[in-house]
């Protein structure tokens, strides 16, 4: 079955406002990448965490492996921001498993 | 740093033709690279994992007939779609690194006509 449920799979804020993703999974995982694939297609790389929390501008993201989750809270929205968001899971071997993606809409 | 470069960012090809896209780690030494991809509405699916000295291991569904792949050093990874049609496109994205801290490239997106 699936290892990784992200969550929600849709959002939309207005301009200023802000939210969180979600990330749990369901066996070990090591750590955590946070990605957004911008209009173009592209994936941008947000976060890598092993542990604990990081901070970025107006993004923050949390990883627990004993409580298996990660978080990304997105603070003062941007219309930029808009995008999808995955996280991925890194769990000790090779494979790395994608989350299903939040499709982020930030209007004005 | 370590980063990762893919090539070409986007592309478009014929239908029935194929298209080879490439993969550089820059910055540190990539023993093992992952492909993957991603098709439209779905989240992305491992096509092989290439470990050097290694054979390349592909995932079901996927075969080193449609999708060869060359890794001939630690810096550089190459794949190739082969006979691209419609349900092969997508956003291809390659992550390299020397266990699950894989540092990912920006994907090349795939458009097939």
């Known amino acids: 079955g699936d290892q990784v449920e992200q969550s929600p799979s849709a959002l939309s804020l207005h301009e200023g406002t802000g939210s969180a993703l979600r990330c749990n999974f369901t066996t070990t995982m090591r750590a955590v990448q946070w990605f957004r694939k911008n209009s173009r297609g592209s994936l941008i790389n947000l976060f890598y965490l092993a542990s604990g929390t990081k901070e970025n501008g107006r993004l923050k993201s949390a990883f627990d492996s004993k409580e298996r989750y990660s978080t990304l809270h997105i603070r003062d929205a941007q219309l930029e921001d808009s995008g999808t968001y995955f996280c991925?899971?890194?769990?000790?071997?090779?494979?790395?498993?994608f989350g299903s993606g939040t499709r982020l809409l930030v209007s004005p | 740093g370590a980063l990762v470069y893919q090539y070409p960012r986007r592309t478009i090809c014929k239908s029935g033709t194929s298209m080879r896209m490439e993969c550089q780690a820059v910055g540190f030494q990539a023993t093992s690279v992952a492909w993957y991809r991603q098709s439209p509405q779905k989240t992305f699916e491992l096509i092989a994992l290439s470990t050097v000295n290694s054979a390349i291991k592909y995932e079901q569904n996927f075969t080193q007939e449609k999708f060869p792949i060359s890794h001939p050093n630690l810096s550089f990874s190459s794949m190739t779609v082969l006979n691209a049609y419609l349900e092969d496109r997508g956003l291809y994205l390659c992550?390299?690194?020397?266990?699950?801290?894989?540092?990912f490239g920006s994907g090349t997106r795939l458009l097939v006509i």
């Open positions: 992550g390299a690194g020397t266990n699950s801290d894989y540092t």
């Open positions: 991925a899971l890194g769990t000790g071997g090779y494979k790395v498993v």
